[in-house]
């Protein structure tokens, strides 16, 4: 990616005024990704205005020391998107992922950036930068700023690409970890970041009702297709009643992928209006095809789709039936 890298550093050369933006309900890669462009920039001189659809999940709170990430209000923050000279989209390529951001993004003149390790990316940006081979948006940001400058990564920088790698990887378990990877997270640990801060932060610092929330989950899964398939149902009822969020469902669908024989592992989350559903699967079975088939996309063995003004009894059956075609 030298050429697209090239590229990167002459825009940040020619422009002043930089957004950052990510994917609705950031995660780890999201946040952690868009952090560490923006202490680049700002060490640089520019002008950095992070702003999302949505507001920082809690656990992930610990790394925005500064209060630079903001939730987007179109009163004071169109008038900011449309002065940009470049937006930098991190961790997604479709604008659709983008929601309230969408049109304010796509309406304005800046040059646009997309910064992204997954498939299919949409045709809306000036400079694509993308490796699906990567484990994380943030192993791409590692690289991006160590060819423009190593000593670019501080020790901020260091734990915000962490904390971007381990949350994408499973905490380096996933089949895309590999010894680069740890070369990769050994320069990060060198130059300041923790792992056992950022680990307790990002997982142990959750609520009661979020681990009660995953009892009554685990308490329901279901195991279909002759033990080839698990899933996780998680009801609005079921959110009212632990007083959680869609956010705290992050990391139960792997418990799925825990059961003997359970190739193909999903959870289905009710919205106010349709539903989320969460793919993953082992070895050759790409999840990915299935989530599209429900409008969504992601990795060869971890996906997610968002169906909108639908209801689980009817959605869910339907998975399920696709899901033969993949458990195989």
Not at 198 to 212: D, F
């Amino acid at each position: 990616m030298n050429k697209e890298f090239e590229t990167f550093r002459a825009v940040v050369a020619k422009k002043k005024k930089f957004v950052l933006t990510t994917h609705v309900n950031p995660d780890g890669d999201g946040i952690g990704s868009e952090l560490a462009i923006a202490f680049f920039l700002k060490s640089r001189g520019k002008d950095v205005a992070i702003i999302n659809h949505s507001s920082t999940p809690s656990n992930y709170l610990f790394l925005d020391t500064q209060g630079l990430v903001e939730t987007f209000d179109a009163a004071n923050h169109t008038p900011i998107l449309s002065r940009a000279e470049a937006i930098i989209v991190l961790d997604t390529n479709h604008p659709d992922r983008l929601v309230s951001i969408k049109e304010p993004v796509l309406q304005s003149k800046a040059y646009k950036i997309c910064i992204d390790h997954h498939l299919d990316p949409a045709d809306f940006a000036d400079l694509y930068i993308i490796d699906e081979p990567s484990t994380a948006t943030g192993e791409i940001v590692y690289r991006l700023l160590n060819f423009l400058d190593p000593r670019s990564i501080t020790k901020e920088i260091a734990g915000f690409l962490y904390t971007a790698i381990m949350t994408d990887t499973g905490s380096f378990r996933y089949p895309k970890t590999d010894s680069e990877v740890h070369t990769i997270i050994a320069r990060l640990v060198e130059i300041g970041a923790d792992p056992v801060e950022i680990y307790e932060n990002v997982y142990e610092k959750g609520s009661a009702g979020r681990l009660k929330l995953l009892g009554d989950a685990l308490a329901n899964l279901q195991v279909v297709h002759g033990g080839k398939v698990a899933y996780l149902v998680i009801t609005r009822k079921m959110l009212s009643e632990t007083g959680t969020t869609e956010v705290d469902t992050d990391a139960f669908v792997p418990y799925t992928l825990s059961i003997d024989g359970v190739k193909i592992g999903m959870m289905f989350t009710e919205l106010g209006q349709g539903l989320k559903i969460n793919f993953r699967s082992k070895g050759d079975i790409a999840i990915n095809e299935l989530a599209k088939e429900f409008g969504g996309n992601g990795h060869k063995n971890a996906a997610g789709a968002r169906v909108h003004d639908a209801q689980l009894s009817d959605i869910l059956p339907k998975v399920l039936e696709r899901c033969q075609s993949y458990a195989r």
